[in-house]
């Protein structure tokens, strides 16, 4: 008896314990567009690209508009970016999001410098083949002229953004993840592997914002990033922070 009481003693110490150690964390209900790759220009547009040949497929039939400008890198294996409420062609938002759609195609992983990405009207993109013909999934045909932009240097920013009450990772150009963030680290291709790459860069947001970024995980940074290696060239605060 006195041997069972002592085990049910020691066990009612570990279930306090145990108790003790629970956490609960509200699970923050997602943006739309955080399923896409996504940032916000220096015009303040949201501009959203494909992931993988289903979410290409998703933006364009799902998310185009009248008012919106589609942009694609004349690179194999290219995203689709969408800048939102375009309609009159604000030039720094075209310029980032034709650097975005280079950044986060092939040339990232194979450091294809002096690339070129295009931009065209919501018309001009057909998402059904022509007669005899076969697109893959996440393909569409272009009609008309295409605006080129060239993208003489590969460079994207990390950057924790807070919107209303909540605080996201996004990835895009240096100059607008700056404007808008509260900390950001610039990256160029090359050097770590994609969960190396994530895991510094949450070292450098926690020295900066500890508070917040404590709770976020490593697969969400990895989540951002371009495939292929990157190395961080500079960390700072933005000049959002508070």
């Not at 689709?80 to 009159?88: A, N, P, Y």
């Not at 310029?95 to 280079?102: G, I, R, Y």
């Not at 013909?133 to 240097?153: A, E, H, M, V």
């Not at 404590?214 to 700072?236: N, Q, W, Y």
């Amino acid at each position: 008896m006195e041997k069972t009481e002592k085990d049910i003693t020691k066990l009612t110490g570990q279930v306090k314990i145990a108790e003790e150690s629970i956490t609960f964390s509200e699970v923050r209900k997602k943006n739309w567009f955080e399923r896409y790759r996504w940032f916000y220009t220096s015009d303040g547009l949201l501009a959203i690209g494909g992931r993988d040949a289903s979410s290409n497929s998703a933006i364009i039939r799902k998310h185009l508009e009248n008012n919106d400008k589609v942009f694609h890198a004349e690179v194999f294996g290219s995203p689709f970016f969408i800048l939102k409420d375009s309609q009159e062609l604000p030039f720094a938002s075209l310029n980032e999001v034709a650097h975005a759609t280079v950044c986060f195609s092939r040339a990232w992983r194979e450091a294809m410098y002096g690339m070129s990405a295009y931009w065209i009207n919501p018309e001009q993109v057909k998402k059904s083949a022509p007669s005899g013909q076969y697109l893959p999934k996440g393909s569409f045909t272009i009609d008309g002229k295409r605006n080129f932009i060239k993208i003489p240097s590969l460079k994207l920013a990390v950057g924790l953004l807070k919107k209303d009450e909540n605080f996201l990772l996004t990835c895009g150009p240096a100059k607008p993840i700056k404007e808008n963030c509260l900390c950001y680290s610039i990256i160029e291709p090359g050097g770590l592997e994609m969960t190396d790459a994530a895991k510094k860069i949450r070292n450098e947001f926690l020295k900066m914002k500890e508070s917040v970024v404590k709770t976020m995980s490593i697969d969400e940074f990895t989540r951002i990033l371009p495939a292929g290696k990157s190395h961080v060239v500079e960390s700072s605060l933005g000049d959002a922070s508070e």
